[in-house]
């Protein structure tokens, strides 16, 4: 997002968060699916896509939505690299991306029976 933001500017804040968020949606599916295809599930590529899918779709989409919200309400969508306000924003961003779907993992884990550990 902060490349777009610096470099492309005239997209607009509402495309450059899509663009975000669907690259940052596209790449975790398809790391997870690599993952579940060559990891010890070895699972068909169709199965592993609708699994990575299955699990995580929702839970990125919250943290999408939860960094890039706090990041723009934090910095106005100003990329000022030498700032450590900027950075600052960015490291409270992201520790909102990864609390906004905790609550919904956990409900997850705890139907299915499953642990983190």
Same mark, same amino acid.
């Given at each position: 997002? *902060?490349?777009?933001?610096?470099?492309?500017?005239?997209?607009?804040?509402?495309?450059?968060?899509?663009?975000?968020?669907?690259?940052?949606?596209?790449? $975790?599916? &398809?790391?997870? !699916?690599?993952?579940?295809?060559?990891?010890?599930?070895?699972?068909? *590529?169709?199965?592993?896509?609708? !699994?990575?899918?299955?699990? $995580? !779709?929702? $839970?990125?989409? #919250?943290?999408?939505?939860?960094?890039?919200?706090?990041?723009? =309400?934090? #910095?106005?969508?100003?990329?000022?690299?030498? $700032?450590? &306000?900027? *950075?600052?924003?960015?490291?409270?961003?992201?520790?909102?991306?990864?609390?906004?779907?905790?609550?919904?993992?956990?409900?997850?884990?705890?139907?299915?029976?499953?642990?983190? =550990?």
């Amino acid at each position: 997002m *902060w490349y777009l933001q610096a470099t492309q500017p005239e997209l607009g804040m509402a495309t450059i968060m899509a663009i975000s968020m669907a690259s940052g949606i596209t790449a $975790s599916l &398809a790391l997870e !699916t690599v993952l579940l295809r060559k990891g010890r599930d070895n699972m068909s *590529w169709p199965l592993a896509a609708r !699994t990575a899918a299955g699990m $995580s !779709t929702i $839970s990125m989409m #919250t943290m999408e939505v939860a960094e890039n919200a706090v990041d723009y =309400h934090l #910095t106005g969508g100003q990329v000022a690299i030498d $700032s450590p &306000a900027f *950075w600052l924003a960015g490291a409270v961003a992201v520790t909102a991306g990864f609390l906004a779907p905790l609550p919904y993992n956990y409900l997850r884990l705890k139907k299915y029976g499953k642990a983190c =550990h």
